[in-house]
């Protein structure tokens, strides 16, 4: 019976505050939804970072003559030097950290450079001896650069040794930055819907004050009014973060599968199955908030 009038109270409130409702479903959608995209971009840049740390490389670039620098003096690397420094790089020192590396000299440097850079008029400007040859490493560990970058940056015939992951670093700094900016955004989001949701609950209860009163005086307890108008709460976030779960769903299937994916082949991306781990947080988030400022509210500030 109980169960019963509770869920009676519950449509009642629903039904009689249909706008309200609506406005709270509609800003648990948008809030959530801006925090699972920051789930989500979190979750990107972590598998990006993993990509794309494991294929960075390690660059020995070798002297031109044009190259500045005390190990570049006598300007061209000679043959002499190229076959020193793939000795160090086959000796027992550093052959321990590495897991391949291959020499790529003026011509493939040049082929490269235009294939990087075609329709670019600065390809016209470039010739294949300006370009440097260059040992590309591959290290079974990237972080341990700094023993290969140690042992080559003062060999002879060598301009400079660079980790490309510094490159990386830039640009993960950059995605990190919209990632917290958007969990800012999400956070006010989050802040405006349980204030919505609180303001809601208690324009309910002060729409039904006579019917709270009668309740009171034939001995309905705090917990028994106070059920109906958390529901309330609950059941309008809940619609929301279904539809800000869908919202995740549609935004990984169409645009990061549909076209980020095709559109860079060469790149890792997250996939439905981290879009369907995000929508069961989102729900459980909405859920939790709802019910706690619909207590809050019907505790603080409604007088029963």
């Known amino acids: 019976m109980r169960f019963t009038l509770i869920w009676g109270e519950v449509a009642n409130g629903l039904r009689r505050n249909a706008s309200m409702v609506v406005s709270v479903i509609l800003v648990t959608f948008i809030s959530l939804t801006f925090v699972g995209t920051a789930i989500l971009l979190q979750m990107q840049v972590g598998q990006m970072k993993t990509f794309w740390y494991d294929k960075a490389q390690v660059a020995v670039y070798l002297c031109t003559d044009v190259s500045a620098g005390a190990s570049c003096s006598n300007g061209e690397v000679t043959q002499?030097?190229?076959?020193?420094?793939?000795?160090?790089?086959?000796?027992?020192?550093?052959s321990p950290f590495i897991e391949k590396y291959y020499f790529e000299n003026h011509e493939?440097?040049?082929?490269?450079?235009?294939?990087?850079?075609?329709?670019?008029?600065?390809?016209?400007?470039?010739?294949?001896?300006?370009?440097?040859?260059?040992?590309?490493?591959?290290?079974?560990?990237p972080s341990q650069s700094r023993v290969l970058i140690e042992a080559l940056t003062s060999q002879p015939g060598v301009e400079s040794v660079t980790d490309q992951r510094q490159y990386l670093d830039k640009i993960f700094a950059v995605l990190n930055a919209s990632s917290f900016t958007?969990?800012?955004?999400?956070?006010?989001?989050?802040?405006?819907?349980?204030?919505?949701?609180?303001?809601?609950?208690?324009l309910s209860a002060f729409s039904r004050r006579r019917e709270l009163g009668i309740m009171r005086l034939v001995g309905a307890s705090n917990g028994f009014i106070q059920t109906p108008f958390i529901l309330e709460g609950v059941i309008a976030a809940l619609i929301g973060s279904l539809l800000a779960g869908g919202a995740i769903v549609a935004i990984v299937q169409f645009f990061v599968q549909?076209?980020?994916?095709?559109?860079?082949?060469?790149?890792?991306?997250i996939g439905l199955t981290e879009s369907l781990v995000v929508v069961p947080i989102l729900v459980v988030?909405?859920?939790?908030?709802?019910?706690?400022?619909?207590?809050?509210?019907?505790?603080?500030?409604?007088?029963i």
Do not use: H
């Open 80 to 94: 002499a030097q190229i076959e020193k420094v793939q000795a160090e790089l086959d000796g027992a020192v550093l």
């Open 108 to 141: 493939q440097a040049f082929e490269n450079f235009r294939k990087q850079f075609a329709g670019n008029p600065v390809a016209d400007y470039v010739t294949a001896d300006q370009l440097n040859q260059t040992f590309w490493v591959k290290l079974k560990d």
């Open 182 to 202: 958007a969990i800012g955004v999400a956070v006010l989001m989050l802040v405006a819907a349980v204030l919505l949701i609180a303001t809601t609950i208690r």
């Open 258 to 269: 549909g076209y980020l994916r095709v559109t860079l082949p060469t790149t890792s991306f």
């Open 285 to 303: 988030i909405g859920c939790a908030l709802a019910a706690f400022s619909a207590q809050f509210a019907i505790s603080r500030y409604l007088k």
